[in-house]
């Protein structure tokens, strides 16, 4: 049970990082693809855009299978994510 919990707290503490690293990437990402200022706040967009997008079929996944398993489904869809990033080309 406290492992559960501490492991909650870091993945909240790591999720809270990688949202306040999206402000320090936007000026990267517009240097390097060379992107106009209204594509660069694109990405903030869409980033903030994903939880009003899947907060219905989180709750949905959530009331059907709980909280405990809500979160398991959600990490494992994460590390496919990560995954597929990972891939070399073929």
Same mark, same amino acid.
């Given at each position: 049970?406290? /492992?559960?919990? @501490?492991?909650?707290?870091?993945?909240?503490?790591?999720?809270? @990082?990688?949202?306040?690293?999206?402000?320090?990437?936007?000026?990267?990402? =517009? *240097?390097?693809?060379? @992107? &106009?200022?209204? &594509? *660069?706040?694109?990405?903030? /967009?869409?980033?903030? +855009? *994903? %939880? /009003?997008?899947?907060?219905? #079929? *989180? +709750?949905?996944?959530?009331? =059907?299978?709980? %909280?405990?398993? +809500?979160?398991?489904? +959600?990490?494992?869809?994460?590390?496919?994510?990560?995954?597929? /990033?990972?891939? #070399? #080309?073929?």
């Amino acid at each position: 049970m406290r /492992f559960s919990f @501490l492991s909650l707290i870091i993945l909240f503490f790591l999720w809270g @990082l990688l949202t306040s690293l999206n402000d320090i990437l936007v000026p990267h990402m =517009k *240097a390097a693809f060379e @992107l &106009q200022h209204w &594509q *660069a706040q694109l990405i903030q /967009f869409f980033f903030f +855009g *994903a %939880y /009003f997008v899947m907060s219905w #079929p *989180a +709750g949905t996944l959530i009331r =059907k299978v709980g %909280y405990k398993r +809500g979160i398991v489904i +959600g990490l494992l869809l994460m590390g496919v994510g990560c995954f597929v /990033f990972y891939l #070399p #080309p073929s």
